[in-house]
């Protein structure tokens, strides 16, 4: 069973950056084929998609976060990245990985996802 483990959040404040880490383990398992996805939820709101990366490392923003956040993949380490700059108060969420599929996602267990918190 695929195991996703997501780190790097915290507190910063308004404009500040944050390097977000998605680390997928599992027997026999490589990232490689798979597109990648970056989801937030926030209190009280439903899980969103905010990044993509196909396995040919072609991204895709959600347009709340076109321009500041960058997606990136090292196949290699099976690992997942979120680079977020000027970061907004609205940012404020738990951020989870996943691989996207269709309307829904590839792997039926979410990791325990790691809180980013933006404020003064």
């Known amino acids: 069973q695929v195991q996703l483990v997501e780190s790097g959040g915290g507190l910063v404040q308004p404009g500040g950056s944050l390097r977000l880490s998605c680390a997928a383990s599992?027997?026999?398992?490589?990232?490689?084929?798979?597109?990648m996805g970056w989801y937030r939820q926030a209190p009280g709101k439903q899980r969103e998609l905010v990044a993509h990366?196909?396995?040919?490392?072609?991204?895709t923003y959600a347009n709340s976060v076109k321009g500041r956040f960058t997606i990136s993949r090292d196949n290699a380490k099976n690992t997942v990245y979120l680079q977020m700059n000027s970061l907004k108060p609205e940012d404020t969420a738990v951020y989870y990985c996943?691989?996207?599929?269709?309307?829904?996602?590839?792997?039926?267990?979410w990791g325990q996802g790691t809180q980013v918190t933006v404020s003064s």
């Open positions: 996943n691989a996207p599929l269709g309307t829904g996602v590839r792997f039926e267990r």
């Open positions: 599992g027997s026999i398992f490589s990232i490689y084929d798979y597109d």
């Open positions: 990366i196909t396995s040919s490392i072609i991204p």
